[in-house]
């Protein structure tokens, strides 16, 4: 755990970097990543569309691993990646292939990488004005207004609203991997699969309209709940930290009632602990994931660190909830209190109370994730203090009204 908290720090110091720092490092990783490029180019010159294949899926697994700090240094470039990138599956997924088109679209990829490495684009340091930071609602508008010029046979508006998509698309990818991380693929997809489909000669306008009918249907029941209140937190903290309270109150009510009452003071030391960790991982994901404290870019906290920090949150609350029903939870509490009383493990007794109440902070954080870019530290923080308050008062009476 601890290990996981100091890489979460070590994110944070990586945010503060320089940019140009930050634009050297992701030089040299799109510099491994143009290798796996070349490869595919080769194969494909070969007719070899399987290995051409091959060569960039190691190519895309480089690029997921990386493409957060191609985002930092210069949106274009990223765009023109993720551009290139969507020819290539485009030519990939014809039938029959067309083995020219796969290499040429796969030299444009190369070309786009070279120029970023190359320092060709311009370093982007300043982040867009927070006024102009699209909702999800208004970025699905945007679809529907390119799917309206495309239904008029306005063709090249509709590319350019497409162009325009996948810029906003950076600022709102992190309220939709937050919800989806199946629709944020998807999107990733469908975004240059429309482009390409108008690009290419000749253009497929009914397939585009396809395209573009999928993601707003996609993206559509996401929108329905993109920004929450101080309520919200407080709200998500009673649920989840009512469950912690019954299991400490069982804790101390078990002690009380073995004639153990002084060392119930172990338990009152392991929530302080549950809570504290809780804390300390809510406020570091809300300055991960706040587009208030990082500007709109959110470059290095976009989608695929969203699903980093979700997946680690995950793990570690993996064997916490393998007990996961109330009946289960209970008599594993009370077996592991009966066996700290027998042993005389006061260390397990505030471990027991710490795994209860961390299990509910852990899950409170996870939801947290999906608030944080749409709520404010502040918000936050309100809504977190409120629901403490609460449940403060809620103990009381509990413990020691019963």
Do not use: C
Request: net charge neutral.
């Amino acid at each position: 755990m601890l290990k996981r908290l100091l890489g979460m720090i070590g994110a944070l110091t990586i945010l503060f970097a320089s940019p140009l720092s930050v634009f050297a490092d992701a030089r040299a990783d799109m510099s491994t990543a143009d290798a796996f490029v070349r490869q595919a180019i080769q194969k494909a010159q070969q007719n070899d569309i399987q290995g051409a294949k091959a060569a960039f899926e190691q190519y895309k697994s480089q690029w997921l691993n990386k493409e957060d700090g191609v985002k930092e240094a210069s949106r274009q470039a990223y765009k023109d990646i993720e551009n290139a990138m969507g020819m290539i599956q485009y030519s990939l997924a014809q039938d029959p292939v067309q083995p020219e088109k796969v290499t040429q679209a796969f030299r444009d990829l190369s070309l786009v990488l070279q120029k970023f490495i190359t320092g060709g684009y311009p370093i982007e340091s300043a982040a867009p004005a927070s006024g102009n930071k699209p909702t999800l609602s208004a970025f699905i508008d945007s679809i529907r207004a390119a799917k309206q010029m495309l239904t008029q046979n306005d063709t090249a508006g509709a590319k350019s609203a497409i162009d325009q998509i996948q810029s906003s698309w950076l600022d709102v990818e992190a309220v939709v991997v937050a919800q989806s991380s199946q629709v944020y693929a998807a999107m990733e997809q469908d975004m240059v699969t429309a482009k390409a489909l108008l690009i290419q000669n000749p253009q497929d306008s009914s397939a585009a309209l396809q395209v573009l009918d999928r993601m707003i249907t996609n993206l559509t029941p996401l929108a329905k709940k993109t920004s929450y209140t101080f309520l919200d937190a407080a709200m998500i903290l009673l649920r989840e930290g009512l469950e912690a309270l019954l299991v400490v109150a069982a804790l101390l009510t078990f002690l009380q009632r073995s004639g153990n009452k002084e060392k119930q003071k172990w338990i009152w030391s392991g929530v302080g602990a549950g809570l504290g960790l809780s804390m300390l991982l809510a406020i570091i994901v809300q300055l991960l994931f706040s587009s208030g404290t990082f500007g709109n870019n959110n470059a290095l906290i976009g989608g695929w660190t969203a699903l980093f920090a979700a997946a680690m949150l995950l793990y570690v609350s993996h064997w916490l909830h393998s007990n996961s029903s109330i009946d289960r939870w209970q008599k594993y509490i009370k077996n592991k209190t009966t066996q700290a009383l027998a042993k005389g493990s006061l260390i397990s007794l505030a471990f027991l109370s710490f795994l209860a109440v961390f299990r509910e902070g852990t899950e409170t954080v996870l939801f947290y994730i999906g608030m944080a870019p749409s709520i404010g530290l502040t918000g936050l923080l309100l809504g977190f203090g409120i629901g403490s308050a609460i449940l403060l008062v809620i103990g009381g009476l509990i413990i020691f009204v019963g």
